[in-house]
């Protein structure tokens, strides 16, 4: 995984995900070297929508003799199920991780913070409390406390112009926190959704 240089003076660094669509539920997260860290998929549908995100696979994990269908495979790598999220149109919502049904309602505290304007907080596995922050063309996750230290930072695609080039949108991880990935993927694509829709609420997708 690369990592690169903040422009600040702290001279940090953080994991970046580039998507390959402005729409992160249907988009593959590359490293800037090309390799496709994550797959997101959410076919349209009449009744209901399914997103399966998948994670690649480490070379050296041995494939198993008998394909799954929790795991694919193109020319990009081999490809495991991480999550799934059903969005019922009518009915409750459930996200399917870690070998557990989720439901959002209970596992995201929600805080309003302005008009019809709200941050999510939940629970990580490693029992501590984050708070992913939403504005208009960006995402922040933070860890919930007085530092409010930042894990990881959403930036949507711009457009580009005389003075600026055009940029993709891009998830950028912070390197101490790239142990909890996939719980940052999971939990982001949920909230980004939500945000994209109050953005715009006539788009499903």
């Given at each position: 995984?690369?990592?690169?240089?903040?422009?600040?003076?702290?001279?940090?660094?953080?994991?970046?995900?580039?998507?390959?669509?402005?729409?992160?539920?249907?988009?593959?997260?590359?490293d800037e070297a090309g390799a496709v860290q994550f797959k997101v998929y959410t076919p349209l549908r009449v009744h209901k929508l399914i997103t399966k995100i998948r994670?690649?696979?480490?070379?050296?994990?041995?494939?198993?003799?008998?394909?799954?269908?929790?795991?694919?495979?193109?020319?990009?790598?081999?490809?495991?199920?991480?999550?799934?999220?059903?969005?019922?149109?009518?009915?409750?919502?459930?996200?399917?991780?870690?070998?557990?049904?989720?439901?959002?309602?209970?596992?995201?505290?929600?805080?309003?913070?302005?008009?019809?304007?709200?941050?999510?907080?939940?629970?990580?596995?490693?029992?501590?409390?984050?708070?992913?922050?939403?504005?208009?063309?960006?995402?922040?996750?933070?860890?919930?406390?007085?530092?409010?230290?930042?894990?990881?930072?959403?930036?949507?695609?711009?457009?580009?112009?005389?003075?600026?080039?055009?940029?993709?949108?891009?998830?950028?991880?912070?390197?101490?926190?790239?142990?909890?990935?996939?719980?940052?993927?999971?939990?982001?694509?949920?909230?980004?959704?939500?945000?994209?829709?109050?953005?715009?609420?006539?788009?499903?997708?």
């Amino acid at each position: 995984m690369l990592y690169y240089k903040t422009s600040d003076l702290s001279a940090q660094y953080f994991m970046r995900l580039i998507l390959s669509s402005a729409k992160s539920i249907n988009a593959s997260y590359s490293d800037e070297a090309g390799a496709v860290q994550f797959k997101v998929y959410t076919p349209l549908r009449v009744h209901k929508l399914i997103t399966k995100i998948r994670r690649r696979l480490d070379d050296d994990i041995p494939q198993r003799e008998q394909g799954g269908s929790d795991t694919e495979a193109d020319d990009n790598g081999r490809f495991a199920l991480l999550a799934t999220l059903s969005w019922h149109i009518i009915g409750k919502m459930i996200i399917q991780f870690g070998g557990t049904e989720i439901s959002p309602a209970t596992f995201f505290r929600k805080e309003k913070v302005g008009a019809l304007k709200w941050e999510y907080i939940f629970t990580a596995r490693d029992g501590k409390e984050y708070r992913w922050y939403f504005r208009m063309y960006s995402s922040t996750l933070k860890v919930n406390d007085d530092a409010a230290t930042v894990v990881a930072e959403y930036k949507v695609s711009s457009v580009g112009v005389v003075s600026k080039p055009k940029r993709p949108a891009s998830l950028e991880i912070q390197p101490e926190f790239e142990y909890m990935a996939d719980e940052i993927m999971v939990t982001f694509i949920y909230l980004e959704k939500i945000r994209r829709s109050q953005v715009d609420p006539t788009q499903q997708l």
